[in-house]
């Protein structure tokens, strides 16, 4: 595809780093020169000096030709311009990064009246995956697929854990469930029947959504329902937050340092409790008794002081932190300083973009650890060598794995005899190295 990226932040880079792997036509436009410098030395994309709501700098990247325009720079009136303009001078298909939720929520207008194809919001996108970490303390990170019928739990194995030790053919259990990769030391691999479970491994298992609290509880896990949120930071993300976790019922605490915004969140949520302090204050956390919280979300645009005060807020006794960071390089490292969960919206953003991208026989693409493995949704086409074969018979790619076959109504977590059938939805695990290949075969090559 010809594909033209507005923006070369921290989510236009992703984009384009992940859209030229896969082989796209890219054109990158942005102002900085010195972005744009650091594109050319570790990327293999076209780049174009100039305005992105430009029409000339359109005309420049083939705009006339081109099959998609993503315009995700900081400037949200930047970037619906780009796509108005786009879309009057020939793209096929627009996105657009804003931050105002009026333009992603049910507003006055349809998106379809500004003939923008996609308009995402960071923190919106950000918010509702925090949410699913919320409602499965225990986990991660969370991803469902196939309607929700299909989880997907990344899980801690504990040095006490009953699994430790045990190769992954002794983990035999009554529900169907499968471990479809280890990350340890840093590194994911797709596990074989022999190998063995250690201590500090991080699990990937997927499951039907409906068998999955079984499986955990096979696995040493307990779920312990969390009511009580605290979120640091009263920004257009921990609003965002606040509001979604009001509407499920949570008890939410809000902590905001600047007076004004304070009194703007008290008039925009109902009933979030809105603490007016400096969140990285010992005594503040103590007498607002931080310590009842069951989950702490640091949600500032620091991500010094989200660090700073999840690690502090541990030493007070609180359960589970959920950290947000804009360096997304962060993440690995602050996760093992203690902080349990860390969430990078240039991710999940440029994660949510993909899915719109792939759309067709790949139905979705969701992105974990950073961008160091993937899960695919994918329908199978009607013929191939793939199809009606049993797995074990296959000679698929390495780096990947098949985690759930969907048929009809049925679920199918698949063993070595099971098949594809034309038409199924399958959802698959995979390494970067893999992705090209498993494109080839579920296009029916």
Same mark, same amino acid.
């Given at each position: 595809?010809h594909?033209?990226?507005?923006?070369?932040?921290?989510?236009?880079?992703?984009?384009?780093e992940?859209?030229?792997?896969?082989?796209?036509?890219?054109?990158?436009?942005?102002?900085?020169?010195?972005?744009?410098?650091?594109?050319?030395?570790?990327?293999?994309?076209?780049?174009?000096?100039?305005?992105?709501?430009?029409?000339?700098?359109?005309?420049e990247?083939?705009?006339?030709?081109?099959?998609?325009?993503?315009?995700?720079?900081?400037?949200?009136?930047?970037?619906?311009?780009?796509?108005?303009?786009?879309?009057?001078?020939?793209?096929?298909?627009?996105?657009?990064?804003?931050?105002?939720?009026?333009?992603v929520?049910?507003?006055?207008?349809?998106?379809?009246?500004?003939?923008?194809?996609?308009m995402?919001?960071?923190?919106?996108?950000?918010?509702?995956? @925090?949410?699913?970490l919320? &409602?499965?303390?225990?986990? !991660?990170? /969370? $991803?469902? *697929?196939?309607?929700? %019928?299909?989880?997907?739990?990344?899980?801690?194995?504990?040095?006490?854990?009953?699994?430790?030790?045990?190769?992954?053919?002794?983990?035999?259990?009554?529900?169907?469930?499968?471990?479809?990769?280890v990350?340890?030391?840093?590194?994911?691999?797709?596990?074989?029947?022999?190998?063995?479970?250690?201590?500090?491994?991080? @699990?990937?298992?997927?499951? &039907?959504?409906?068998?999955? !609290?079984? /499986? $955990?509880? *096979?696995?040493?896990? %307990?779920?312990?329902?969390?009511?009580?949120?605290?979120?640091?930071?009263?920004?257009?993300?921990?609003?965002?937050?606040?509001?979604?976790?009001?509407?499920?019922?949570?008890?939410?605490?809000?902590?905001?340092?600047?007076?004004?915004?304070?009194?703007?969140?008290?008039?925009?949520?109902?009933?979030?409790?809105?603490?007016?302090?400096?969140?990285?204050?010992?005594?503040?956390?103590?007498?607002?008794?931080?310590?009842?919280?069951?989950?702490?979300?640091?949600?500032?645009?620091d991500?010094?002081?989200?660090?700073?005060?999840?690690?502090?807020?541990?030493?007070?006794?609180?359960?589970?932190?959920?950290?947000?960071?804009?360096?997304?390089?962060?993440?690995?490292?602050?996760?093992?300083?203690?902080?349990?969960?860390?969430?990078?919206?240039?991710?999940?953003?440029?994660?949510?973009?993909?899915?719109?991208?792939?759309?067709?026989?790949?139905?979705?693409v969701?992105?974990?650890?950073?961008?160091?493995?993937?899960?695919?949704?994918?329908?199978?086409?009607?013929?191939?060598?793939?199809?009606?074969?049993?797995?074990?018979?296959?000679?698929?790619?390495?780096?990947?794995?098949?985690?759930?076959?969907?048929?009809?109504?049925?679920?199918?977590?698949?063993?070595?005899?099971?098949?594809?059938?034309?038409g199924?939805?399958i959802?698959?695990?995979?390494?970067?190295?893999?992705?090209?290949?498993?494109?080839?075969?579920?296009?029916g090559?």
């Amino acid at each position: 595809m010809h594909i033209i990226i507005i923006g070369a932040g921290k989510v236009g880079y992703s984009l384009a780093e992940k859209l030229s792997r896969e082989q796209h036509d890219i054109f990158l436009i942005d102002h900085n020169e010195n972005r744009l410098e650091t594109v050319q030395e570790n990327l293999d994309v076209s780049t174009i000096l100039g305005p992105g709501g430009n029409i000339y700098t359109l005309q420049e990247a083939g705009v006339a030709e081109a099959d998609l325009l993503l315009a995700v720079t900081n400037a949200e009136e930047v970037n619906i311009l780009a796509c108005l303009l786009g879309g009057q001078m020939g793209v096929k298909r627009t996105v657009a990064r804003v931050s105002n939720p009026e333009y992603v929520e049910n507003g006055p207008f349809e998106i379809s009246s500004f003939g923008i194809d996609l308009m995402i919001n960071p923190e919106m996108v950000t918010a509702e995956s @925090i949410l699913k970490l919320i &409602r499965v303390p225990e986990a !991660l990170n /969370v $991803e469902y *697929f196939a309607n929700r %019928r299909v989880q997907l739990l990344e899980l801690s194995v504990d040095k006490d854990s009953p699994i430790v030790g045990k190769t992954l053919y002794e983990l035999d259990f009554d529900h169907s469930y499968l471990i479809v990769a280890v990350m340890r030391n840093g590194k994911i691999v797709i596990p074989h029947g022999s190998d063995k479970i250690e201590p500090d491994d991080l @699990i990937f298992v997927m499951a &039907r959504t409906e068998d999955m !609290l079984a /499986v $955990e509880e *096979f696995l040493g896990k %307990r779920r312990e329902k969390a009511r009580d949120i605290t979120i640091l930071g009263g920004g257009k993300l921990g609003y965002q937050l606040a509001k979604i976790l009001e509407k499920k019922d949570f008890n939410v605490k809000l902590i905001e340092k600047q007076i004004k915004r304070c009194q703007w969140l008290s008039e925009k949520l109902e009933k979030t409790q809105i603490i007016n302090g400096d969140g990285t204050d010992l005594n503040l956390l103590e007498s607002e008794d931080i310590a009842s919280s069951d989950i702490f979300a640091a949600m500032t645009g620091d991500d010094k002081a989200n660090i700073l005060v999840s690690l502090l807020v541990k030493h007070l006794g609180v359960p589970r932190t959920i950290s947000q960071l804009r360096r997304s390089d962060y993440v690995p490292l602050v996760e093992k300083l203690g902080i349990d969960v860390a969430v990078s919206p240039r991710m999940l953003t440029a994660g949510a973009i993909m899915k719109f991208i792939r759309r067709g026989k790949i139905l979705s693409v969701t992105f974990l650890e950073g961008d160091r493995a993937e899960m695919l949704e994918l329908i199978a086409p009607s013929e191939g060598r793939i199809i009606n074969k049993p797995l074990k018979e296959l000679k698929l790619p390495r780096g990947m794995i098949i985690g759930a076959i969907c048929r009809g109504d049925e679920v199918i977590v698949p063993g070595g005899n099971d098949f594809i059938g034309p038409g199924d939805l399958i959802i698959i695990f995979a390494l970067p190295q893999a992705i090209a290949q498993i494109e080839k075969i579920f296009d029916g090559r």
